[in-house]
């Protein structure tokens, strides 16, 4: 295998450091140091090199992973994960999630991982390859049988078993990195990276097709990998602290194309995967202080040469292209190029080398960072109370705090010192000198200065010329020669590949259809995929083996197809929009998790004490004080922000983006178009797109909503992609109704390379709003893109986050507007024997919201008038006996008024289904009553808030677009990896 690394690198100490616990360690704590041989052996190394690494890295990710505990023996708090039944509790939702088979003894655990390291390591390779193999590897290989589906979930500490060893071992390599030796004492020498690129709202809804969409997507995403991968292939993929590279597909394509990877390794690699734009536009490294900006640098050179390629690929395919037609007709036709994309892309990055621990907290108690929290509440702030004010001197692990060893009688004795270096005196506070217990200060100072860096951007001037615009962004100039424009684009569209003739060739690729013309950078998201993505005869350096543009072309659906039904080709020209009906419009669904800054902060970190083991959440409980920690009782401290759960933050939003998001779009018959983690851009048929949303808002949480019954499953189509009988996913743990559950999913019929076990994804604490826009196939794409961001912040601001907002925006210029909370939250529903209602409870909570139960039910009726029973006029007749009151009149007064005329409009126009079904008859009618029962508890609910959802239900029944795939059969593997 190739060896690439500079050779600063100490892949051995890394190696070392990755290996230092082996992953069964919580099985046998005790005398664990013997389990590592065979995994040693196996790379080549020894227990004796093992026992020379010095464990500063491992100390320091402890003290970033954990609350300082006491000494296990003088307080006598010992936890073995068999009593906890190998429970492993959600880092960020708090949930319990207790394995289906359990290893019968330790020895067979050990079995199970040591029997997974064959094939992944060879005592031949160097120790970089070896490196990147376990990394990358040992984790899924160990996890893949359904037996062993524990060993995915190894507790790191079996005190708090909230993270695992596999994110210990990873944090503990790379600080290792950043290790550095002075007076024979090694210590750690560690900066915080955060580095962006952008623009990226605006640069993606740039777009007049939906490969536009995709194709400004997957550059960011594309663009943002290489800049990882090159900092990975200097110092590891393990410093990558968020997004986490493992299982990446642009990483396991990287390392396949360097060598250390093979195709044997259930390596995420399909052209479907690649192709996905699943990654965020920023990054959190943790390097070497000495070489944090010279690798922030390799980055940001890494990126524009990168970027520099693609372009350059496309210029000159195009010229090639150009010239085969007509020669030099069109020389200079590239003459603003590379100043036009000079400017792209936009690169932010700030460096910010760690504190020791004491002057960060002084800082801190200064007011610097800003934090979120006040220091007086903020958990790091707590946990140093705890640590220096709540433990009994007698239970202090002396390890934890400035001390000094010395070893007599084979064992080790310690001393606590104080700030001088003198022996501590018996009344004095202790003092913490290990960097990783500031972890969350290090981010929040890095992220505070990055703020402030991207205000004080400076900005290139300028230069316009006196050409027409870019069609797009309507701020660039189109390109082409001088003087010779509008021939140049009309060429362009003529050209027999990359326009369109009057007599269609088999060659055309159709690139310029329409009468739009572009500049520069809009022209090179149109073409990279083709001109240097793609393997084709006539690229001479495609980035992929395979025909990226081809692969795209044939599984894009269009906005045609989604609209109408009908499969065409996706150029979606003036012409072809003019051919469908009146009546063909679509959906741009806008998904974006919830206060995000605030979870990657920390600031939604679950409590502290449904984080611990039983025996240790005793302990805490007991020696907690409430008066020195501004009267916050113990059940009130919230997790502190770690490395691991950094990890598990980035693992939870790839496994939504890798496996969940797509899946449920293509139920629907929707077209992906991007996936960054917690935020989704998507395209459906205008009358399942609701539906689709709160699909994907369930499996964002990982969890099921209490239903009524059975029925309410089979007839709600959100319910039934889910969980129905050829349902998607199975969401664990289960548990009773109004009970905190959930986070993490198993794929009911995974494909090749997929998990198998139950994978985490966000979890029940955490919440998600969506903006739906429903436009007409001939308004300009970038008007509805910006009308469904714009309903997405309205769900978030008018309707109070964990909400949705649906816009249609009629073809006549009439706008209708439904909204609000995916849950019934309301405190008058809470549960009268819990009267002190917490913020747990109200996330606990999984009602369904009446008003989703009822737009659905009304579509399903609407859309089959005849067969349903419920005639069409039902909506209207409703609408002119309520505007005689005032659409802006304050609802709850009015609410019996209401009800009395919905009852009269339902056995006037519901007839048909009250003879012949009376139970639906029935179950419509409570469904309208539970919405208005819903609506009355809020003061400031309007007359129009109940009866704009039955006017957009009858809309959408009359316009629903594509219909969606069917639930009744299952693709296959096969068909869905080709769809």
Same mark, same amino acid.
């Given at each position: 295998?190739?060896? =690439?690394?500079?050779?600063?690198?100490?892949?051995?100490?890394?190696?070392?450091?990755?290996?230092?616990?082996?992953?069964?360690?919580?099985?046998?704590?005790?005398?664990?140091?013997?389990?590592?041989?065979?995994?040693?052996?196996?790379?080549?190394?020894?227990?004796?090199?093992?026992?020379?690494?010095?464990?500063?890295?491992?100390?320091?990710?402890?003290?970033?992973?954990?609350?300082?505990?006491?000494?296990?023996?003088?307080?006598?708090?010992?936890?073995?994960?068999?009593? @906890?039944?190998?429970?492993?509790?959600?880092?960020?939702? /708090?949930?319990?999630?207790?394995?289906?088979?359990?290893?019968?003894?330790?020895?067979?655990?050990?079995?199970?991982?040591?029997?997974?390291?064959?094939?992944?390591?060879?005592?031949?390779?160097?120790?970089?390859?070896?490196?990147?193999?376990?990394?990358?590897?040992?984790?899924?290989?160990?996890?893949?049988?359904?037996?062993?589906?524990?060993?995915?979930?190894?507790?790191?500490?079996?005190?708090?078993?909230?993270?695992?060893?596999?994110?210990?071992?990873?944090?503990?390599?790379?600080?290792?990195?950043?290790?550095?030796?002075?007076?024979?004492?090694?210590?750690?020498?560690?900066?915080?990276?955060?580095?962006?690129?952008?623009?990226?709202?605006?640069?993606?809804?740039?777009?007049?097709?939906?490969?536009?969409?995709?194709?400004?997507?997957?550059?960011?995403?594309?663009?943002?990998?290489?800049?990882?991968?090159?900092?990975?292939?200097?110092?590891?993929?393990?410093?990558?602290?968020?997004?986490?590279?493992?299982?990446?597909?642009?990483?396991?394509?990287?390392?396949?194309?360097?060598?250390?990877?093979?195709?044997?390794?259930?390596?995420?690699?399909?052209?479907?995967?690649?192709?996905?734009?699943?990654?965020?536009?920023?990054?959190?490294?943790?390097?070497?202080?000495?070489?944090?900006?010279?690798?922030?640098?390799?980055?940001?050179?890494?990126?524009? /040469?990168?970027?520099?390629?693609?372009?350059?690929?496309?210029?000159?395919?195009?010229?090639?292209?150009?010239?085969?037609?007509?020669?030099?007709?069109?020389?200079?036709?590239?003459?603003?190029?590379?100043?036009?994309?000079?400017?792209?892309?936009?690169?932010?990055?700030?460096?910010? &080398?760690?504190?020791?621990?004491?002057?960060?907290?002084?800082? #801190?108690?200064? /007011?610097?960072?800003?934090?979120?929290?006040?220091?007086?509440?903020?958990?790091?702030?707590?946990?140093?109370?705890?640590?220096?004010?709540?433990?009994?001197? @007698?239970? *202090?692990?002396?390890?934890?705090?400035?001390?000094?060893?010395?070893?007599?009688?084979?064992?080790?004795?310690? %001393?606590?010192?104080?700030?001088?270096?003198?022996?501590?005196?018996?009344?004095?506070?202790?003092? =913490?000198?290990?960097?990783?217990?500031?972890?969350?200060?290090?981010?929040?100072? $890095?992220?505070?200065?990055?703020?402030?860096?991207?205000?004080?951007?400076?900005?290139?001037?300028?230069?316009?010329?006196? *050409?027409?615009?870019?069609?797009?962004?309507?701020?660039?100039?189109?390109?082409?020669?001088?003087?010779?424009?509008?021939?140049?684009?009309?060429?362009?569209?003529?050209?027999?590949?990359?326009?369109?003739?009057?007599?269609?060739?088999?060659?055309?690729?159709?690139?310029?259809?329409?009468?739009?013309?572009?500049?520069?950078?809009?022209?090179?998201?149109?073409?990279?995929?083709?001109? %240097?993505?793609?393997?084709?005869?006539?690229?001479?350096?495609?980035?992929?083996?395979?025909? +990226?543009?081809?692969?795209?072309?044939?599984?894009?659906?269009?906005?045609?197809?989604?609209?109408?039904?009908?499969?065409?080709?996706?150029?979606?020209?003036?012409?072809?929009?003019?051919?469908?009906?009146?009546?063909?419009?679509?959906?741009?669904?806008?998904?974006?998790?919830?206060?995000?800054?605030?979870?990657? %902060?920390?600031?939604?970190?679950?409590?502290?004490?449904?984080?611990?083991? %039983?025996? +240790?959440?005793?302990?805490?409980?007991?020696?907690?004080?409430?008066?020195?920690?501004?009267?916050?009782?113990?059940?009130?401290?919230? *997790?502190?922000?770690?490395?691991?759960?950094?990890?598990?933050?980035?693992?939870?939003?790839?496994?939504?983006?890798?496996?969940?998001?797509?899946?449920?779009?293509?139920?629907? /018959?929707?077209?992906?178009?991007?996936?960054?983690?917690?935020?989704?851009?998507?395209?459906?048929?205008? #009358?399942?797109?609701?539906?689709?949303?709160?699909?994907?808002?369930?499996?964002?949480?990982?969890?099921?909503?209490?239903?009524?019954?059975?029925?309410?499953?089979? &007839?709600?189509?959100?319910?039934?992609?889910?969980?129905?009988?050829?349902?998607?996913?199975?969401?664990?743990?289960?548990?009773?109704?109004?009970?905190?559950?959930?986070?993490?999913?198993?794929?009911?019929?995974?494909?090749?390379?997929?998990?198998?076990?139950?994978?985490?994804?966000?979890?029940?604490?955490?919440?998600?709003?969506?903006?739906?826009?429903?436009?007409?196939?001939?308004?300009?794409?970038?008007?509805?893109?910006?009308?469904?961001?714009?309903?997405?912040?309205?769900?978030?601001?008018?309707?109070?986050?964990? +909400?949705?907002?649906?816009?249609?925006?009629?073809?006549?210029?009439? $706008?209708?507007? =439904?909204?609000?909370?995916?849950?019934?939250?309301?405190?008058?529903?809470?549960?009268?024997?819990?009267?002190?209602?917490?913020?747990?409870?109200?996330?606990?909570?999984?009602?369904?919201?009446?008003?989703?139960?009822?737009?659905?039910?009304?579509?399903?009726?609407?859309?089959?008038?005849?067969?349903?029973?419920?005639?069409?006029?039902?909506?209207?007749?409703?609408?002119?006996?309520?505007?005689?009151?005032?659409?802006?009149?304050?609802?709850?007064?009015?609410?019996?008024?209401?009800?009395?005329?919905?009852?009269?409009?339902?056995?006037?126009?519901?007839?048909?289904?009250?003879?012949?079904?009376?139970?639906?008859?029935?179950?419509?009618?409570?469904?309208?009553?539970?919405?208005?029962?819903?609506?009355?508890?809020?003061?400031?609910?309007?007359?129009?808030?109940?009866?704009?959802?039955?006017?957009?239900?009858?809309?959408?029944?009359?316009?629903?677009?594509?219909?969606?795939?069917?639930?009744?059969?299952?693709?296959?593997?096969?068909?869905?990896?080709?769809?």
């Amino acid at each position: 295998m190739p060896d =690439i690394s500079n050779n600063q690198t100490n892949w051995k100490a890394k190696l070392l450091a990755f290996l230092h616990d082996p992953p069964h360690k919580p099985f046998r704590i005790a005398g664990n140091e013997n389990q590592r041989a065979s995994a040693l052996i196996a790379c080549g190394l020894d227990v004796e090199e093992m026992r020379q690494w010095q464990k500063q890295p491992d100390w320091t990710a402890a003290a970033a992973d954990r609350l300082i505990f006491p000494d296990p023996a003088a307080s006598n708090v010992h936890t073995d994960w068999r009593d @906890e039944n190998l429970a492993f509790i959600h880092p960020l939702a /708090g949930t319990r999630l207790e394995p289906r088979y359990l290893p019968s003894t330790a020895d067979v655990a050990e079995d199970w991982v040591n029997c997974t390291m064959k094939g992944i390591a060879d005592a031949g390779h160097s120790h970089q390859a070896n490196f990147i193999r376990i990394w990358r590897l040992w984790r899924d290989h160990a996890a893949d049988l359904e037996r062993h589906e524990v060993l995915a979930y190894l507790v790191a500490d079996t005190r708090v078993p909230d993270h695992t060893l596999w994110q210990h071992n990873s944090i503990v390599s790379a600080l290792e990195t950043c290790t550095t030796a002075a007076n024979n004492e090694r210590h750690i020498d560690a900066a915080f990276l955060l580095f962006q690129i952008g623009p990226v709202q605006d640069f993606i809804a740039q777009a007049r097709k939906t490969q536009d969409l995709w194709s400004g997507s997957y550059l960011l995403s594309f663009l943002i990998a290489q800049g990882m991968l090159a900092i990975a292939d200097e110092v590891g993929p393990d410093v990558i602290v968020y997004p986490l590279l493992r299982g990446i597909p642009l990483a396991d394509w990287h390392w396949k194309q360097t060598g250390w990877l093979h195709d044997g390794d259930a390596l995420h690699t399909h052209p479907n995967e690649l192709l996905i734009p699943s990654l965020p536009n920023r990054f959190l490294a943790v390097l070497p202080r000495t070489r944090a900006v010279e690798l922030a640098e390799l980055a940001a050179h890494k990126i524009r /040469g990168v970027w520099k390629n693609i372009h350059t690929a496309v210029r000159q395919w195009l010229d090639q292209q150009i010239r085969a037609e007509y020669g030099d007709r069109f020389n200079g036709w590239d003459v603003l190029w590379d100043e036009q994309l000079s400017v792209f892309p936009q690169i932010d990055y700030v460096v910010h &080398n760690w504190k020791d621990t004491e002057t960060a907290l002084r800082e #801190a108690a200064a /007011g610097q960072p800003p934090l979120h929290d006040l220091w007086p509440v903020h958990p790091l702030h707590l946990a140093e109370l705890w640590a220096k004010d709540m433990i009994p001197p @007698e239970h *202090r692990d002396p390890r934890c705090y400035k001390h000094v060893r010395r070893r007599t009688d084979d064992r080790w004795h310690y %001393s606590l010192l104080d700030d001088g270096g003198n022996p501590l005196l018996p009344k004095a506070r202790p003092l =913490i000198d290990n960097p990783g217990f500031a972890w969350p200060l290090h981010y929040a100072t $890095a992220d505070w200065f990055f703020a402030a860096k991207k205000l004080m951007r400076r900005f290139n001037r300028w230069h316009g010329y006196p *050409r027409p615009k870019d069609a797009l962004d309507g701020r660039t100039e189109v390109i082409g020669p001088e003087g010779n424009v509008a021939e140049f684009w009309d060429a362009l569209r003529t050209h027999p590949v990359l326009g369109e003739k009057e007599k269609q060739e088999d060659r055309a690729e159709r690139h310029f259809v329409g009468r739009q013309s572009y500049g520069a950078l809009t022209i090179v998201k149109r073409l990279w995929t083709r001109a %240097s993505l793609s393997n084709q005869n006539d690229v001479p350096q495609p980035f992929f083996d395979f025909d +990226a543009a081809t692969c795209i072309r044939k599984n894009f659906r269009s906005v045609i197809e989604i609209a109408s039904g009908k499969k065409e080709t996706w150029d979606e020209t003036d012409e072809q929009l003019r051919l469908l009906p009146e009546e063909a419009y679509y959906a741009v669904l806008c998904f974006d998790g919830d206060e995000m800054g605030k979870w990657v %902060s920390g600031a939604k970190a679950p409590p502290l004490l449904g984080q611990l083991s %039983s025996e +240790a959440r005793h302990y805490f409980d007991q020696h907690w004080r409430p008066e020195i920690a501004s009267e916050l009782k113990a059940n009130q401290v919230r *997790r502190l922000l770690t490395p691991a759960y950094h990890a598990a933050l980035s693992e939870a939003l790839n496994h939504f983006a890798l496996y969940c998001v797509r899946p449920v779009i293509q139920r629907f /018959g929707g077209q992906l178009i991007y996936c960054g983690g917690d935020d989704v851009l998507a395209m459906l048929p205008a #009358a399942s797109a609701l539906a689709c949303a709160e699909a994907l808002y369930w499996t964002f949480r990982g969890q099921l909503p209490d239903t009524a019954d059975v029925d309410e499953v089979l &007839n709600s189509p959100a319910l039934d992609v889910l969980a129905g009988r050829n349902g998607l996913f199975e969401f664990l743990p289960k548990g009773e109704p109004d009970t905190l559950r959930g986070g993490f999913v198993r794929i009911a019929e995974p494909l090749q390379n997929q998990p198998r076990w139950p994978f985490i994804v966000p979890g029940p604490r955490a919440t998600a709003s969506v903006g739906i826009a429903v436009g007409h196939v001939r308004s300009p794409m970038q008007d509805t893109i910006q009308a469904a961001r714009d309903a997405e912040q309205q769900a978030k601001k008018h309707y109070g986050r964990d +909400a949705f907002c649906l816009r249609i925006l009629k073809r006549s210029g009439e $706008a209708l507007e =439904i909204g609000g909370h995916w849950r019934d939250t309301d405190p008058q529903l809470a549960d009268p024997a819990k009267p002190n209602q917490t913020e747990e409870h109200r996330l606990s909570i999984t009602r369904r919201h009446p008003r989703l139960v009822l737009i659905e039910s009304l579509i399903t009726h609407l859309a089959t008038p005849i067969t349903s029973g419920v005639s069409g006029r039902l909506p209207y007749q409703l609408g002119q006996l309520l505007r005689p009151l005032g659409l802006d009149a304050i609802l709850p007064p009015l609410a019996r008024v209401l009800r009395a005329e919905t009852h009269h409009v339902l056995q006037r126009q519901a007839e048909n289904l009250r003879e012949h079904n009376e139970q639906a008859f029935i179950r419509l009618q409570n469904q309208t009553d539970k919405f208005l029962e819903s609506l009355a508890r809020s003061p400031n609910t309007r007359v129009r808030d109940y009866l704009n959802p039955f006017l957009a239900a009858a809309w959408l029944a009359k316009h629903p677009g594509c219909a969606h795939t069917s639930t009744e059969t299952k693709p296959s593997t096969a068909e869905v990896h080709n769809a």
